[in-house]
């Protein structure tokens, strides 16, 4: 279903990031003791609505009306931990890179209706520089809009064309 958009959005990024990097990494959910091959943990830290239709409009797909798409933001953080700290650094420059140059990422089935691209984007988070948050770990951020679709939807006619004459009675 469509509404699987959160976890289609994390497979993909994920799977694209540990083809890039091949062997330098090993994806984890969870981190153990530091090894030498440095461990990355994507973590989904929050999704929440970004936007919210009060006046009602409503988007025609073929011959039904549906609500218009909700909004939705997610955060995704990607955490690092590795035994060797030159490793670590290389490691987070190579993944820097990768989401410089893979931003954008086709919808496939979990598009929503009305976008035009077809594609989600990922856009890093930008933090201050007093961010105080005591993490021995390394991370980066990374947010991602996705919208979905309303199931409940109305049927429409479209009007029919007619050829309409009259005659002028003088």
Same mark, same amino acid.
């Given at each position: 279903?469509?509404?699987?958009?959160?976890?289609?959005?994390?497979?993909?990024?994920?799977?694209?990031?540990?083809?890039?990097?091949?062997?330098?990494?090993?994806?984890? &959910?969870?981190?153990?003791?530091?090894?030498?091959?440095?461990?990355?943990?994507?973590? $989904?830290?929050?999704?929440?609505?970004? +936007?919210?239709?009060?006046?009602?409009?409503?988007?025609? $797909?073929?011959?039904?009306?549906? &609500?218009?798409?909700?909004?939705? +933001?997610?955060?995704?953080?990607?955490?690092?931990?590795? +035994? &060797?700290?030159?490793?670590?650094?290389?490691?987070?420059?190579?993944?820097?890179?990768?989401?410089? &140059?893979? +931003?954008?990422?086709?919808?496939?089935?979990?598009?929503?209706?009305?976008? $035009?691209?077809?594609?989600?984007?990922?856009?890093?988070?930008?933090?201050?520089?007093?961010?105080?948050?005591?993490?021995?770990?390394?991370?980066?951020?990374?947010?991602?809009?996705?919208?979905?679709?309303?199931?409940?939807?109305?049927?429409? $006619?479209?009007?029919?064309?007619?050829?309409?004459?009259?005659?002028?009675?003088?």
């Amino acid at each position: 279903m469509q509404s699987d958009i959160f976890r289609y959005v994390l497979k993909t990024i994920s799977t694209n990031y540990k083809e890039y990097l091949n062997d330098k990494v090993m994806l984890v &959910d969870s981190f153990n003791e530091p090894e030498k091959k440095c461990q990355v943990c994507f973590r $989904v830290t929050d999704i929440y609505q970004i +936007a919210n239709d009060k006046r009602g409009q409503k988007i025609v $797909v073929g011959n039904q009306r549906y &609500d218009v798409p909700t909004q939705f +933001a997610m955060r995704i953080r990607l955490e690092f931990l590795a +035994a &060797d700290q030159l490793e670590l650094l290389s490691v987070m420059g190579q993944t820097a890179v990768f989401f410089k &140059d893979n +931003a954008v990422y086709e919808l496939n089935e979990y598009d929503w209706h009305g976008n $035009v691209s077809h594609k989600f984007f990922i856009e890093p988070v930008i933090r201050s520089t007093e961010y105080t948050e005591n993490f021995k770990i390394l991370f980066f951020e990374y947010r991602v809009e996705v919208q979905i679709n309303s199931i409940k939807s109305e049927r429409i $006619v479209r009007v029919e064309k007619r050829d309409i004459r009259s005659n002028f009675v003088n």
